[in-house]
């Protein structure tokens, strides 16, 4: 599924937030736009996926898993 903006991915959390860097501000990473978060989180899924799961709350409210599967379909 690609993905049009970053409202319509963070709808699938539940939480709405209003740009990518509050976004990413959650995470403690600043990235300068969409593209290079989505490229970054496929390199980076074997190494974040066990930290985010560790965290059940921040997972659902902030970005955690659904980056993660976000850049899984577009990247497939």
Same mark, same amino acid.
């Given at each position: 599924?690609?993905?049009?903006? @970053?409202?319509?991915? &963070?709808?699938?959390? +539940?939480? !709405?937030?209003?740009?990518?860097?509050?976004? &990413?501000?959650?995470? +403690?990473?600043?990235?300068?736009?969409?593209? @290079?978060?989505? #490229? @970054?989180?496929?390199?980076?899924?074997?190494?974040?996926?066990?930290? &985010? %799961?560790?965290?059940? #709350?921040? +997972? %659902?409210? !902030?970005?955690?898993?659904?980056?993660?599967? #976000?850049?899984?379909?577009?990247?497939?």
């Amino acid at each position: 599924m690609i993905l049009n903006n @970053a409202i319509t991915a &963070y709808q699938d959390t +539940g939480t !709405m937030l209003n740009n990518t860097i509050a976004a &990413y501000q959650d995470t +403690g990473m600043m990235l300068n736009n969409t593209v @290079a978060a989505y #490229s @970054a989180t496929v390199f980076c899924i074997p190494r974040c996926a066990n930290p &985010y %799961k560790r965290l059940p #709350s921040f +997972g %659902k409210t !902030m970005v955690g898993e659904n980056v993660l599967a #976000s850049s899984i379909s577009i990247s497939a």
